[in-house]
């Protein structure tokens, strides 16, 4: 039998998540605090909702968290910035415009590695945890699915970490550790 009070509460830590996210990245700093107890809301509700009912647990506490973030963005929509920003000086203008070429390269390297490389490491990472599943026992079937459903949790993950590190070598690092941790795992079952 389902517990509604569990899954009422996990619905309101994925509530208070996207609030404190939201709280976190409207500041003009970055708030670490907050941004780890946001995500770690998240996490505990998406936990129990899971423990409570399964997927389909996960999936309610997963309908309060976007139905929040959207409650949060249709009111975004209709508000004034609170700071203007100041002018663009004309060699940044430049940039943007193509004349200088500097930001429109560093954008585009943002996007390469956030993006598709972020992708192909995520990929990798779900295909090291079919290959362990497998090997420790689950069926084929099983480790497909896996597959399926770490791509899309381990892209955005990656890819939120990956824009919020501040250095290009970080991010390189990063996506390395991450593929090499992946690479080391199918290696150490006997996947390659």
């Known amino acids: 039998m389902v517990s509604p009070e569990?899954?009422?509460?996990?619905?309101?830590?994925?509530?208070?998540?996207?609030?404190?996210l939201r709280m976190s990245w409207g500041r003009p700093g970055r708030a670490a605090g907050l941004n780890a107890l946001g995500w770690a809301a998240l996490a505990i509700g998406v936990v129990i909702g899971g423990a409570v009912a399964g997927a389909w647990g996960i999936a309610v506490t997963s309908l309060f968290a976007v139905g929040t973030a959207?409650?949060?963005?249709?009111?975004?929509?209709?508000?004034h910035p609170r700071r203007q920003r100041p002018a663009?000086?004309?060699?940044?203008t430049e940039a943007l415009n193509g004349v200088g070429g500097t930001r429109i390269g560093q954008a585009l390297a943002t996007f390469a590695i956030a993006?598709?490389?972020?992708?192909?490491?995520s990929v990798l990472?779900?295909?090291a945890a079919r290959l362990a599943l497998i090997a420790a026992g689950a069926g084929e079937a099983n480790g497909n699915v896996a597959v399926l459903g770490l791509v899309p949790l381990a892209w955005p993950i990656l890819a939120f970490v990956l824009l919020i590190t501040q250095t290009r070598?970080?991010?390189?690092?990063?996506?390395?550790?991450?593929?090499?941790?992946a690479l080391a795992l199918a290696v150490l079952v006997g996947g390659f």
């Open 115 to 121: 993006g598709p490389l972020a992708l192909v490491v």
């Open 169 to 181: 070598g970080k991010q390189l690092l990063l996506t390395s550790a991450v593929a090499i941790a």
């Open 88 to 92: 663009r000086p004309l060699r940044e």
């Open 6 to 20: 569990l899954i009422w509460l996990a619905g309101a830590l994925a509530v208070m998540g996207i609030a404190l």
């Open 125 to 127: 990472f779900a295909l």
């Open 70 to 79: 959207i409650a949060i963005l249709a009111k975004a929509v209709f508000e």
